[in-house]
């Protein structure tokens, strides 16, 4: 399949035309934000079937590993995943920020941290519950208020009201994202997770796309060879940026189109 012309910046097309005549090459990328618009509820955030399907494709061809490295908790990372490619063969799907592998926890929960977890999540419940509009999504290693439903005052106080409460916990990392704070027991990152990624398939290259800030400590862990892709606004150490999740597609079918024409 041969490339087509492009609507992204012309030094990116030139950047993921390099990067797919590498010899082996990890292609993942963000959800939420990136392969699914940002909704209102968590749950509702459907993935563009065509970009997850293209990275199916992608993870056929040779040397070619997939993932999707993402937030939320895997079960549910895979079940939205399932709903736009039922069967997305070979595609890595990461969740809980990078710590949640297909094999399981890189890292375990101890008696204690899971004591804490359950501390911190009745503390985020509480809170939400004076603040209408928030909730709390729960996960295997963290608890997130989410706020994007509350008026805007409301949604500051209670942030305010975590950042001042539970987030002092010792043991407690906090990650503030798109109308959320999380706070987890174990230290997570998505930089790590791709550099698991990039050693286990022996890639010479990764391209990575993010749109938030857990997704900052991915881009820092890519080097002058990878290519690092911010969706949309925001402050950034990503080497590119596209303008939102509509192109997300465009730049993983290139990528496709580019690889499967080489020999
Ligand atoms: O790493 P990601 O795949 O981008 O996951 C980050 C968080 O995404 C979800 O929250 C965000 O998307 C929601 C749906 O669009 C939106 O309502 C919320 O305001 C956003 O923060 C998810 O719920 C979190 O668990 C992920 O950590």
């Known amino acids: ?30 959800f939420d934000g990136c392969l699914a618009p940002i909704v209102a509820h968590p749950s509702d955030a459907r993935a563009d079937p ?24 895997r079960a549910d990372l895979a079940g939205l995943v399932s709903l736009a490619v039922p069967d997305p063969a070979g595609l890595a799907l990461i969740g809980s920020h990078g710590s949640e592998f297909d094999d399981g926890f890189a890292a375990g929960i101890t008696d204690e941290q899971r004591a804490l977890l359950a501390a911190v999540t009745a ?27 509350a008026a805007p005052a409301d949604a500051e106080a209670a942030l305010d009201e975590a950042r001042r409460g539970p987030v002092t916990r010792p043991g407690v990392h906090p990650t503030e994202g ?15 997770a791709l550099d698991l990624l990039r050693e286990r398939a022996g890639a010479d290259a990764v391209c990575y796309l993010g749109d938030d ?46 690889r499967s024409s080489i020999g």
């Open 50 to 73: 065509a970009a997850v399907a293209t990275l199916v494709e992608l993870a056929g061809l040779p040397a070619t590993t997939t993932a999707i490295v993402s937030g939320r908790a």
């Open 123 to 149: 503390e985020l419940t509480a809170i939400a519950h004076r603040f209408p509009g928030s909730m709390v999504e729960t996960k295997p290693a963290s608890s997130v208020l989410h706020v994007r439903n």
């Open 178 to 192: 798109k109308a959320v704070i999380e706070l987890a027991v174990i230290e997570t990152g998505k930089g790590h």
């Open 1 to 30: 399949m041969s490339p087509t012309a492009s609507s992204l910046p012309d030094d990116l097309v030139a950047a993921l035309r390099r990067f797919a005549t590498r010899p082996g090459v990890v292609v993942a990328s963000d």
């Open 213 to 258: 800030v857990t997704d900052e400590n991915a881009f820092g862990h890519l080097g002058a060879d990878d290519v690092s892709i911010k969706v949309g606004d925001g402050d950034t150490i990503a080497r590119y940026r596209i303008d939102g999740p509509d192109l997300v597609g465009e730049v993983l079918s290139l990528v496709r189109g580019y």
